[in-house]
C-alpha cells in the first residue's frame, strides 16, 4: 500500500500541482482537495500548498482559515493527521492557530526567490524523519511575507521543546525571528515551512532533490502505520 | 464627486441623435476632425454619444493599427511556408504547433504609458492584459518575461519608475501564479521619459482546445464574465497609448487600469474548465477599449449581429453611464458566446470559482451591433465599421540628419590597447547599469511556480518544460537594441531578430516563430514613420530568410515627449522548440578543463556598441551587418550539437562583445577560464560582430565537436580553456572571479536600495 495525501486547493493556490508531483514522486497518491468542500476524502496526510489564497486579501492566510474544509482539517489535525503547511500554507496554519507565531513582511519589503541552505532543526516529525538532525539542504525561498515572527517567551518555549524544525543556515534572508524557516506543533504532526521542499525534487526544475525528503519520510511514516 | 443621489442624466440615443444634431467633443475623445466627418456619413447622422465613445477607441492608434497596417501586411506577405502555424496574425495571438499533439501561443505587447504615469499599475496591468490574450486562444498560460527600457539607472525619475514597474510585475504575476522566465532590462536617457515595459505571456494547449474569438449563431446568449466595471481606464487607448506626452501627464492617471491578480487566477482557471467542458462557443479578451473592443470584434468576427443590454453589466460604480461603461478597461474581464443550453453549466463553473457571470446580451441575424440601456437603443452601428478604422498612408521620410549619424564612425574614438586598459574596460561595461547583474529585478519574480522552469534569468533564453514525459518544451527569448535600431532601423530591426534567434539557439532549441514589440515615437512624424517602414521592412525580409513566420504582436506608437522620440525599438521574441528539454545547454562554465570555442567571425563592429556608449557616450557609424545566414548555420550547429551532448555550455555574444559573454559565463558557473587571443585584442574581446557565441565543449567530444562545425560550416576557435577561479586573457590580464562578482552584483543594488 501507499499513502494517500491531500493537496487543498484554495482560490488563489498556485503551487498545488507542485505539491501533487512530489507526493507522487515520492511514491505516495495524490488526492485533490478542494476548499470548499466537506471531508477530507479518507486521506492519510494533507499539503497546503503555496500560493496566494483568496489573493493575501486582509492578511496572508487570514481568509482561507475559514474555508470550508478547515472545518474537518483542524480536528483532524489536533487528532494526528500529518499536516504540512508549504508558504502560504504555513501562513494558513498560523491564521488558524495550528502552529504558534505569525509571517510577516520581509525586512526588505520585497518578495524574495532564491534558493538557500537550510538546516533541518527536528528529524523528528512524519515531514522530516528521512533527514539526518542537523542536515544542510537546498531548497527555494518565494514569499513576499516569509518572516517569522513570534514573542520571545514563546521563542523560548518552541527553542526548549525543539519545536523549531528548520533554520535558514546561510544568512537571514527575511527577517525572520532566530532564522526559524519553520515550526512544528507541541505534537509534531503538524508542521509549517516558508520554504518550498515541493520546488527541490528534481535538478532539471530546481536546486536539486533534497526537498523530496519530507514526502518521502511522511509517506514512509503512513506506511509504517 | 458623483454621488448616488444626483439624479441620472437622460443617456443620448440613435433617436435623439437621428433627430438633433449638436456639437460633439470628439477631439477631446482623440478623434481628428476628419475622422468624426468619417464616423458621420458611415452613420448618416451624427453619432449618439455612446457610439462615439465606441469609435473614439476603437479607432484609436493602439487599437486600429491605423498607421501601421499597410506596413505589417509584410509580415504575412512575406510568411514563410510552415506547416506550424495553427492561427497566425489577426488573432488574439498566433498559435504554433510544437508537435506531440501541444500547440503554443505567445505574444508580446506594450504597456508603455500607463507605466509611466503610474508604474506599479501600468506595469502590473500590462501582465494582466498579455495573459488573457493568451487565456483567449484557449491555452493555460504557462509563463510571461519582461523587456524593460529606462532612462539613465541615476536618474531621479528613474528611481520612481523602476522599482515602481519591477514591483508591479512582480505583484501581478507572482499572485497570478505565472513563472517569470527571462527579458530584458536597459538603460538609455531616450527612454527617460518614455520607459518602454512589453510584456510576454506563453501559453500551451492541445490542438483541439483553439478557441476562436468569433460570435455566431443566432440566439446564442453573449456572456460576459470577471470583474465588475468600474470608472478606471476609461480611454485608456484612446487619450493615453495614442497620444505623446506635452507635461500634465499625473492627470491622465485615471486612464490607467487597477489590477485585482486574485481575480484573474480565478478568470485562467474558470476559462480553461468552461473550454474544457466544450461550452465555449466564442471566446474573448476585454483589453483595451474593453467592451467596445469585445463586442464590435466578436460581432463582426462572426458576420452576425448582436444585441446587448449594457444596464444588465454589474459595475463598481453605479453611477456610470453607458458611453462610460463602453470604454472603460477595467480589468480581469472576458466575454464569451455559448448555447442557450449550455449557459446553466456555464454560470454554474462560474460559480464554482466565485467568478461573476452575467448574460448580457445574444447574437443575432441582423448584422448591426445594437446596444440599449435601461430599454432605449444607444448604439446602432455595423460592428466591422468600428473592428476596422481608417487606414492611414502617412508621408514617411528618411531624415538627413542621419547621414551625419552614419558619418559619425567611432573608429575615432580613443580605444584602450594595454592590459590594464583593457581590464579596466571590461569592468567599466561589467558595471555600467545595462550590462550589471539583474537580480535585484528577478529576485522579485517568481520563477518556479508550476515546476516546469527548466532555465530562466540570467539564461539566454528561458525553457519551460510543456511534458513531464517526453521532455518536449519551449524556449523563449526577447532581445532589442535601440541604438543599433537608431543607426539603421533596417539592420536593427534584423539585428533584434538575430539576437533574439541566437538567444534561443543557444540553448539547444530550434527557433520556430517570432512575435514582436514595435516601440516608436510619433507617426505623425514623418522621420518616425520612416524609422517604422524600415524596422517592418527589415523585421519581414529577415523572418523570411530564416524560415520563421511573425504570429503576432503590437505597435507602440507615440513613445515621445513633444519633440523628444525614443530611438526606434522593435523588441523581437523568438520562439523555439526542443523535443527534450533535459538536452538543454546552460551558459554557466561548471567545469574545469574544458574547451572553450567561439563559434563566428569578429570584425571591428563598434556603431552603437555598449563600449562606444559606456567609455565615450557616443552613438553613431554603422550598426553590426546582420548576417542571418550565419545565424542560420550557428542555430542548427547548436541544436546538432546539443542533441549529441558535444557541449557543456553556450552563451550568445551581444552587448559588450566576446569579453562580457565570458564573464558572465564564469559568473554563472563559477567557473573561471584561460583564454588567448590572436589579433587586436581590444577588437576580439569588446567587438559587437553579430552571429557569435561562446561554447565549452563536453569533455572528449573536441574532435566530434570541430567536425560538426566543419559541416555547418561555422567559423570556430579554440580560445583556451575552462579552470580556475579567475578569467585571464593570456598576456593581457587576469580578474579574479571574486572581483567579476562584486563588479557585476553591487549596481543595482546600490542604484535602488
Same mark, same amino acid.
Given at each position: 500500500?501507499?499513502?494517500? *495525501?491531500?493537496? #487543498?486547493?484554495? &482560490? =488563489?493556490?498556485?503551487?498545488?500541482? /507542485?505539491?501533487? $508531483?512530489?507526493?507522487?514522486? @515520492?511514491?505516495?497518491?495524490?488526492?485533490?482537495?478542494?476548499?470548499?468542500?466537506?471531508?477530507?476524502?479518507? *486521506?492519510?496526510? #494533507?499539503?497546503? &500548498? =503555496?500560493?496566494?489564497?483568496?489573493? /493575501?486579501?486582509? $492578511?496572508?492566510?487570514?481568509? @482561507?482559515?475559514?474555508?470550508?474544509?478547515?472545518?474537518?482539517?483542524?480536528?483532524?489535525?489536533?487528532?494526528?493527521?500529518?499536516?504540512?503547511?508549504?508558504?502560504?500554507?504555513?501562513?494558513?496554519?498560523?491564521?488558524?492557530?495550528?502552529?504558534?507565531? @505569525?509571517?510577516?513582511?520581509?525586512?526588505?519589503?520585497?518578495?524574495?526567490?532564491?534558493?538557500?541552505?537550510?538546516?533541518?532543526?527536528?528529524?523528528?516529525?512524519?515531514?522530516?524523519?528521512?533527514?539526518?538532525?542537523?542536515?544542510?539542504?537546498?531548497?527555494?525561498?518565494?514569499?513576499?511575507?516569509?518572516?517569522?515572527?513570534?514573542?520571545?517567551?514563546?521563542?523560548?518555549?518552541?527553542?526548549?521543546?525543539?519545536?523549531?524544525?528548520?533554520?535558514?543556515?546561510?544568512?537571514?534572508?527575511?527577517?525572520?525571528?532566530?532564522?526559524?524557516?519553520?515550526?512544528?506543533?507541541?505534537?509534531?504532526?503538524?508542521?509549517?515551512?516558508?520554504?518550498?521542499?515541493?520546488?527541490?525534487?528534481?535538478?532539471?526544475?530546481?536546486?536539486?532533490?533534497?526537498?523530496?525528503?519530507?514526502?518521502?519520510?511522511?509517506?514512509?511514516?503512513?506506511?509504517?502505520? | 464627486?458623483?454621488?448616488?443621489?444626483?439624479?441620472?442624466?437622460?443617456?443620448?440615443?440613435?433617436?435623439?441623435?437621428?433627430?438633433?444634431?449638436?456639437?460633439?467633443?470628439?477631439?477631446?475623445?482623440?478623434?481628428?476632425?476628419?475622422?468624426?466627418?468619417?464616423?458621420?456619413?458611415?452613420?448618416?447622422?451624427?453619432?449618439?454619444?455612446?457610439?462615439?465613445?465606441?469609435?473614439?477607441?476603437?479607432?484609436?492608434?493602439?487599437?486600429?493599427?491605423?498607421?501601421?497596417?499597410?506596413?505589417?501586411?509584410?509580415?504575412?506577405?512575406?510568411?514563410?511556408?510552415?506547416?506550424?502555424?495553427?492561427?497566425?496574425?489577426?488573432?488574439?495571438?498566433?498559435?504554433?504547433?510544437?508537435?506531440?499533439?501541444?500547440?503554443?501561443?505567445?505574444?508580446?505587447?506594450?504597456?508603455?504609458?500607463?507605466?509611466?504615469?503610474?508604474?506599479?499599475?501600468?506595469?502590473?496591468?500590462?501582465?494582466?492584459?498579455?495573459?488573457?490574450?493568451?487565456?483567449?486562444?484557449?491555452?493555460?498560460?504557462?509563463?510571461?518575461?519582461?523587456?524593460?527600457?529606462?532612462?539613465?539607472?541615476?536618474?531621479?525619475?528613474?528611481?520612481?519608475?523602476?522599482?515602481?514597474?519591477?514591483?508591479?510585475?512582480?505583484?501581478?504575476?507572482?499572485?497570478?501564479?505565472?513563472?517569470?522566465?527571462?527579458?530584458?532590462?536597459?538603460?538609455?536617457?531616450?527612454?527617460?521619459?518614455?520607459?518602454?515595459?512589453?510584456?510576454?505571456?506563453?501559453?500551451?494547449?492541445?490542438?483541439?482546445?483553439?478557441?476562436?474569438?468569433?460570435?455566431?449563431?443566432?440566439?446564442?446568449?453573449?456572456?460576459?464574465?470577471?470583474?465588475?466595471?468600474?470608472?478606471?481606464?476609461?480611454?485608456?487607448?484612446?487619450?493615453?497609448?495614442?497620444?505623446?506626452?506635452?507635461?500634465?501627464?499625473?492627470?491622465?492617471?485615471?486612464?490607467?487600469?487597477?489590477?485585482?491578480?486574485?481575480?484573474?487566477?480565478?478568470?485562467?482557471?474558470?476559462?480553461?474548465?468552461?473550454?474544457?467542458?466544450?461550452?465555449?462557443?466564442?471566446?474573448?479578451?476585454?483589453?483595451?477599449?474593453?467592451?467596445?473592443?469585445?463586442?464590435?470584434?466578436?460581432?463582426?468576427?462572426?458576420?452576425?449581429?448582436?444585441?446587448?443590454?449594457?444596464?444588465?453589466?454589474?459595475?463598481?460604480?453605479?453611477?456610470?453611464?453607458?458611453?462610460?461603461?463602453?470604454?472603460?478597461?477595467?480589468?480581469?474581464?472576458?466575454?464569451?458566446?455559448?448555447?442557450?443550453?449550455?449557459?446553466?453549466?456555464?454560470?454554474?463553473?462560474?460559480?464554482?470559482?466565485?467568478?461573476?457571470?452575467?448574460?448580457?446580451?445574444?447574437?443575432?441575424?441582423?448584422?448591426?451591433?445594437?446596444?440599449?440601456?435601461?430599454?432605449?437603443?444607444?448604439?446602432?452601428?455595423?460592428?466591422?465599421?468600428?473592428?476596422?478604422?481608417?487606414?492611414?498612408?502617412?508621408?514617411?521620410?528618411?531624415?538627413?540628419?542621419?547621414?551625419?549619424?552614419?558619418?559619425?564612425?567611432?573608429?575615432?574614438?580613443?580605444?584602450?590597447?594595454?592590459?590594464?586598459?583593457?581590464?579596466?574596460?571590461?569592468?567599466?561595461?561589467?558595471?555600467?547599469?545595462?550590462?550589471?547583474?539583474?537580480?535585484?529585478?528577478?529576485?522579485?519574480?517568481?520563477?518556479?511556480?508550476?515546476?516546469?522552469?527548466?532555465?530562466?534569468?540570467?539564461?539566454?533564453?528561458?525553457?519551460?518544460?510543456?511534458?513531464?514525459?517526453?521532455?518536449?518544451?519551449?524556449?523563449?527569448?526577447?532581445?532589442?537594441?535601440?541604438?543599433?535600431?537608431?543607426?539603421?532601423?533596417?539592420?536593427?530591426?534584423?539585428?533584434?531578430?538575430?539576437?533574439?534567434?541566437?538567444?534561443?539557439?543557444?540553448?539547444?532549441?530550434?527557433?520556430?516563430?517570432?512575435?514582436?514589440?514595435?516601440?516608436?515615437?510619433?507617426?505623425?512624424?514623418?522621420?518616425?514613420?520612416?524609422?517604422?517602414?524600415?524596422?517592418?521592412?527589415?523585421?519581414?525580409?529577415?523572418?523570411?530568410?530564416?524560415?520563421?513566420?511573425?504570429?503576432?504582436?503590437?505597435?507602440?506608437?507615440?513613445?515621445?515627449?513633444?519633440?523628444?522620440?525614443?530611438?526606434?525599438?522593435?523588441?523581437?521574441?523568438?520562439?523555439?522548440?526542443?523535443?527534450?528539454?533535459?538536452?538543454?545547454?546552460?551558459?554557466?562554465?561548471?567545469?574545469?578543463?574544458?574547451?572553450?570555442?567561439?563559434?563566428?567571425?569578429?570584425?571591428?563592429?563598434?556603431?552603437?556598441?555598449?563600449?562606444?556608449?559606456?567609455?565615450?557616450?557616443?552613438?553613431?557609424?554603422?550598426?553590426?551587418?546582420?548576417?542571418?545566414?550565419?545565424?542560420?548555420?550557428?542555430?542548427?550547429?547548436?541544436?546538432?550539437?546539443?542533441?549529441?551532448?558535444?557541449?557543456?555550455?553556450?552563451?550568445?555574444?551581444?552587448?559588450?562583445?566576446?569579453?562580457?559573454?565570458?564573464?558572465?559565463?564564469?559568473?554563472?558557473?563559477?567557473?573561471?577560464?584561460?583564454?588567448?587571443?590572436?589579433?587586436?585584442?581590444?577588437?576580439?574581446?569588446?567587438?559587437?560582430?553579430?552571429?557569435?557565441?561562446?561554447?565549452?565543449?563536453?569533455?572528449?567530444?573536441?574532435?566530434?565537436?570541430?567536425?560538426?562545425?566543419?559541416?555547418?560550416?561555422?567559423?570556430?576557435?579554440?580560445?583556451?580553456?575552462?579552470?580556475?577561479?579567475?578569467?585571464?586573457?593570456?598576456?593581457?590580464?587576469?580578474?579574479?572571479?571574486?572581483?567579476?562578482?562584486?563588479?557585476?552584483?553591487?549596481?543595482?543594488?546600490?542604484?535602488?536600495?
Amino acid at each position: 500500500m501507499t499513502a494517500r *495525501v491531500g493537496i #487543498v486547493t484554495f &482560490p =488563489g493556490s498556485l503551487d498545488d500541482r /507542485d505539491a501533487a $508531483r512530489a507526493v507522487n514522486r @515520492a511514491g505516495g497518491e495524490a488526492v485533490p482537495l478542494w476548499h470548499a468542500d466537506r471531508g477530507l476524502r479518507g *486521506v492519510d496526510a #494533507v499539503v497546503l &500548498p =503555496g500560493g496566494f489564497s483568496y489573493g /493575501d486579501y486582509l $492578511r496572508c492566510g487570514a481568509i @482561507a482559515r475559514f474555508a470550508r474544509i478547515m472545518v474537518d482539517l483542524v480536528p483532524a489535525a489536533g487528532a494526528g493527521l500529518p499536516v504540512l503547511g508549504i508558504c502560504n500554507g504555513f501562513q494558513i496554519l498560523c491564521e488558524a492557530h495550528l502552529l504558534p507565531g @505569525a509571517l510577516m513582511r520581509n525586512a526588505g519589503l520585497r518578495f524574495i526567490d532564491r534558493r538557500l541552505r537550510v538546516r533541518i532543526e527536528d528529524s523528528g516529525t512524519p515531514w522530516t524523519s528521512g533527514y539526518q538532525p542537523g542536515q544542510e539542504i537546498t531548497l527555494v525561498l518565494k514569499s513576499g511575507e516569509g518572516a517569522y515572527f513570534a514573542d520571545q517567551a514563546t521563542l523560548d518555549t518552541l527553542e526548549k521543546q525543539g519545536q523549531v524544525v528548520a533554520r535558514y543556515a546561510d544568512g537571514d534572508p527575511n527577517g525572520s525571528a532566530r532564522l526559524i524557516a519553520g515550526v512544528r506543533n507541541e505534537a509534531g504532526n503538524v508542521v509549517g515551512i516558508m520554504p518550498h521542499p515541493e520546488h527541490a525534487i528534481d535538478p532539471l526544475t530546481g536546486p536539486g532533490d533534497d526537498g523530496l525528503g519530507f514526502f518521502t519520510s511522511a509517506i514512509r511514516h503512513v506506511v509504517a502505520g | 464627486m458623483r454621488g448616488s443621489t444626483q439624479p441620472r442624466p437622460a443617456p443620448d440615443t440613435v433617436a435623439a441623435a437621428a433627430a438633433a444634431d449638436r456639437p460633439q467633443p470628439y477631439a477631446e475623445l482623440g478623434l481628428t476632425g476628419e475622422e468624426y466627418q468619417r464616423i458621420r456619413e458611415l452613420l448618416g447622422r451624427r453619432p449618439s454619444d455612446s457610439e462615439l465613445a465606441i469609435y473614439s477607441v476603437m479607432w484609436s492608434e493602439h487599437c486600429s493599427y491605423k498607421s501601421s497596417r499597410v506596413y505589417l501586411r509584410q509580415f504575412a506577405e512575406k510568411a514563410p511556408a510552415t506547416a506550424s502555424l495553427l492561427a497566425g496574425i489577426g488573432q488574439n495571438a498566433g498559435v504554433v504547433d510544437i508537435g506531440q499533439g501541444y500547440a503554443v501561443t505567445f505574444k508580446i505587447e506594450s504597456h508603455n504609458h500607463p507605466s509611466y504615469v503610474e508604474p506599479f499599475q501600468g506595469a502590473a496591468t500590462g501582465v494582466g492584459g498579455i495573459v488573457r490574450d493568451i487565456l483567449a486562444m484557449g491555452a493555460r498560460p504557462v509563463a510571461v518575461m519582461d523587456a524593460l527600457r529606462f532612462g539613465p539607472a541615476d536618474a531621479p525619475d528613474t528611481a520612481r519608475v523602476l522599482p515602481g514597474v519591477v514591483a508591479g510585475i512582480s505583484f501581478y504575476g507572482n499572485c497570478l501564479g505565472l513563472p517569470n522566465i527571462g527579458g530584458e532590462l536597459d538603460f538609455d536617457p531616450c527612454y527617460a521619459g518614455n520607459p518602454l515595459v512589453n510584456a510576454l505571456c506563453v501559453g500551451v494547449m492541445r490542438h483541439g482546445d483553439l478557441q476562436s474569438a468569433i460570435a455566431r449563431g443566432e440566439g446564442n446568449q453573449v456572456i460576459l464574465f470577471g470583474s465588475r466595471t468600474g470608472p478606471d481606464g476609461i480611454g485608456g487607448a484612446s487619450v493615453l497609448a495614442s497620444a505623446s506626452f506635452g507635461g500634465g501627464e499625473s492627470a491622465k492617471r485615471p486612464s490607467v487600469q487597477v489590477g485585482d491578480p486574485f481575480m484573474e487566477k480565478l478568470l485562467v482557471e474558470c476559462c480553461l474548465e468552461l473550454g474544457a467542458a466544450g461550452l465555449l462557443a466564442g471566446l474573448g479578451d476585454l483589453g483595451a477599449a474593453g467592451l467596445s473592443c469585445a463586442t464590435a470584434e466578436l460581432a463582426a468576427a462572426g458576420r452576425a449581429g448582436m444585441r446587448i443590454r449594457l444596464d444588465a453589466v454589474p459595475l463598481r460604480d453605479p453611477a456610470l453611464g453607458p458611453a462610460e461603461i463602453l470604454m472603460s478597461e477595467s480589468q480581469e474581464r472576458m466575454m464569451a458566446v455559448a448555447a442557450p443550453a449550455d449557459v446553466e453549466r456555464f454560470l454554474a463553473i462560474c460559480a464554482r470559482w466565485d467568478v461573476p457571470a452575467t448574460v448580457i446580451g445574444e447574437v443575432t441575424a441582423t448584422g448591426r451591433l445594437q446596444i440599449s440601456w435601461h430599454g432605449e437603443l444607444v448604439v446602432d452601428i455595423a460592428p466591422e465599421t468600428a473592428a476596422e478604422g481608417p487606414v492611414y498612408h502617412r508621408p514617411a521620410a528618411r531624415p538627413a540628419s542621419q547621414d551625419a549619424l552614419a558619418a559619425d564612425d567611432p573608429s575615432r574614438l580613443p580605444r584602450p590597447s594595454s592590459g590594464p586598459e583593457l581590464r579596466a574596460t571590461l569592468l567599466d561595461l561589467l558595471a555600467s547599469p545595462g550590462l550589471a547583474d539583474k537580480t535585484w529585478v528577478t529576485q522579485q519574480y517568481d520563477r518556479h511556480v508550476r515546476g516546469d522552469t527548466v532555465l530562466a534569468m540570467p539564461a539566454d533564453a528561458g525553457v519551460i518544460r510543456v511534458d513531464e514525459q517526453t521532455g518536449l518544451g519551449v524556449a523563449l527569448a526577447t532581445d532589442g537594441n535601440g541604438r543599433f535600431s537608431r543607426l539603421d532601423p533596417y539592420a536593427g530591426a534584423q539585428l533584434a531578430l538575430a539576437e533574439a534567434y541566437r538567444n534561443v539557439a543557444a540553448t539547444g532549441a530550434r527557433p520556430v516563430a517570432v512575435t514582436d514589440c514595435l516601440n516608436f515615437g510619433s507617426p505623425e512624424d514623418p522621420a518616425v514613420m520612416w524609422q517604422f517602414a524600415e524596422a517592418v521592412r527589415g523585421l519581414a525580409d529577415g523572418c523570411q530568410f530564416l524560415g520563421i513566420p511573425v504570429t503576432g504582436g503590437n505597435v507602440s506608437f507615440y513613445n515621445q515627449t513633444q519633440d523628444a522620440a525614443i530611438h526606434p525599438t522593435p523588441v523581437v521574441g523568438v520562439l523555439g522548440v526542443l523535443d527534450d528539454v533535459r538536452r538543454r545547454l546552460p551558459m554557466g562554465f561548471a567545469q574545469p578543463g574544458l574547451p572553450v570555442v567561439l563559434l563566428g567571425t569578429t570584425t571591428a563592429d563598434f556603431g552603437g556598441s555598449a563600449w562606444a556608449q559606456v567609455a565615450h557616450g557616443h552613438l553613431g557609424g554603422r550598426p553590426p551587418s546582420a548576417d542571418l545566414a550565419a545565424e542560420r548555420a550557428a542555430a542548427s550547429l547548436l541544436a546538432a550539437a546539443a542533441r549529441a551532448g558535444l557541449l557543456a555550455a553556450a552563451h550568445d555574444l551581444s552587448d559588450g562583445g566576446l569579453a562580457i559573454a565570458l564573464a558572465e559565463c564564469c559568473l554563472a558557473g563559477g567557473t573561471g577560464c584561460r583564454v588567448g587571443l590572436t589579433g587586436d585584442p581590444f577588437t576580439l574581446l569588446f567587438s559587437e560582430s553579430a552571429g557569435r557565441l561562446v561554447v565549452a565543449v563536453a569533455a572528449g567530444a573536441e574532435v566530434e565537436f570541430a567536425v560538426l562545425c566543419e559541416q555547418h560550416a561555422v567559423p570556430a576557435t579554440v580560445l583556451g580553456q575552462t579552470g580556475g577561479d579567475r578569467l585571464e586573457v593570456a598576456g593581457q590580464f587576469a580578474v579574479p572571479l571574486a572581483e567579476l562578482a562584486e563588479t557585476h552584483r553591487r549596481v543595482l543594488p546600490a542604484q535602488f536600495g
